[in-house]
């Protein structure tokens, strides 16, 4: 699968632009700040209906309008495929594929699959738990629409019960409906809890591969899913923790305090980790999710890189790129210096500046 072209309308610092994509690597250089992240927000928008930012559609469309439009044409398996996506500052977006309007955003999902690395991700390891939750979520959401459901269920039921909770405060009689709650939370959580799981052994097994070369064969590595609760006991936890919830006002039970732990060669790098050696955890991770991908869907991610390079030294950088392979690439950048010097191929660059882009190749 390959993006083929990009329109935005009123997108942020964009009025109006059009930009076609080369299938192989293409550049997006240029000055902080002049709206290149934007370029890949957008694409991402397009794939997951969120921002990776997490920003609201509001927050997206250009401060003086009420709505935005992205158009994106993508070709998969010899077919061209049209996402419209219209976003509203008062309304939920509006998504069409090939002018067929959509009724919920898992019909989207699975259409468009990418890979997003940021600076940020390479501290997903040293972070707190949630950071390591919201990269299982981001990945699962694309290629499991029934994961994407049960998260989202699950999402507004702890969000309710956390009110519920808040309103036995003033009215003592409310906790009887807690078991109601309770109930459907288990039900969702369960299946989240069971698919986390799976997916911590699949990427644990892809990893160990990319890990050792990285690292000369020094170090092996091993990711663990540590679940809140065992699907098991759920039930049990979420009595035994009523009267802690209530006092907490909050739910202190489930797959929302999930974590996953990063084991090289025994050793929990969350905590006695080097910044290099997480760092290299980080970025085999994110090569493990395009392979994980490819093997899901049986079709090549695209891969968005937003200004990661930068970050990288020397070592990873040619490994990054080296292993990039057959995969529709966007990377973001400031300059072309280290492109250049390490006689690596690029196929379309483009220099953005103050919300303008101009193609150069």
């Known amino acids: 699968m390959i993006i083929k072209s990009l329109e935005l309308v009123d997108y942020r610092n964009y009025k109006e632009l059009s930009i076609e994509f080369d299938p192989g690597t293409n550049i997006l250089y240029g000055d902080n700040a002049q709206g290149k992240t934007n370029i890949l927000e957008a694409i991402y928008l397009c794939a997951t209906t969120k921002s990776h930012k997490g920003s609201k559609d509001r927050e997206i469309i250009n401060f003086d309008k009420d709505e935005a439009h992205i158009r994106v044409i993508i070709e998969k398996e010899d077919n061209e495929k049209r996402i419209d996506m219209h976003l509203r500052s008062s309304k939920t ?100 809890i069971e698919r986390r799981r799976s997916f911590a052994g699949q990427i644990s097994e892809i990893i160990k591969d990319y890990h050792s070369k990285l690292s000369g064969g020094r170090e092996d590595i091993e990711i663990k899913y540590e679940p809140n609760v065992s699907i098991e006991e759920y039930a049990s936890k979420m009595r035994e923790a009523q009267n802690r919830d209530v006092s907490a006002k909050m739910t202190t039970t489930g797959p929302h305090r999930d974590d996953f732990s990063f084991l090289v060669n025994g050793i929990d790098i969350r905590k006695y980790g080097s910044q290099g050696q997480q760092r290299t955890a980080a970025l085999s991770l994110k090569l493990s999710e395009i392979e994980l991908v490819k093997k899901i869907t049986k079709d090549t991610p695209v891969l968005l890189l937003d200004d990661v390079l930068s970050e990288l030294d020397s070592n990873r950088q040619n490994y990054l790129l080296d292993s990039i392979g057959d995969v529709q690439t966007v990377i973001t950048c400031t300059g072309l210096d280290d492109f250049v010097n390490d006689n690596f191929k690029i196929d379309k660059t483009f220099k953005v500046t103050e919300g303008e882009v101009v193609c150069q190749s």
């Open 93 to 192: 977006k509006g998504i069409a594929i090939d002018g067929q309007k959509i009724k919920k955003a898992a019909d989207l999902l699975g259409l468009i699959n990418v890979v997003f690395f940021s600076p940020e991700d390479l501290n997903i390891i040293k972070n707190g738990p949630g950071e390591r939750r919201r990269f299982a979520d981001m990945e699962l959401c694309q290629l499991d629409s029934f994961y994407l459901y049960n998260l989202n269920n699950y999402n507004k039921i702890i969000n309710q019960r956390n009110k519920l909770l808040k309103d036995i405060y003033f009215n003592p009689d409310l906790r009887e409906t807690l078991n109601i709650w309770d109930s459907q939370l288990i039900s969702y959580g369960s299946k989240i």
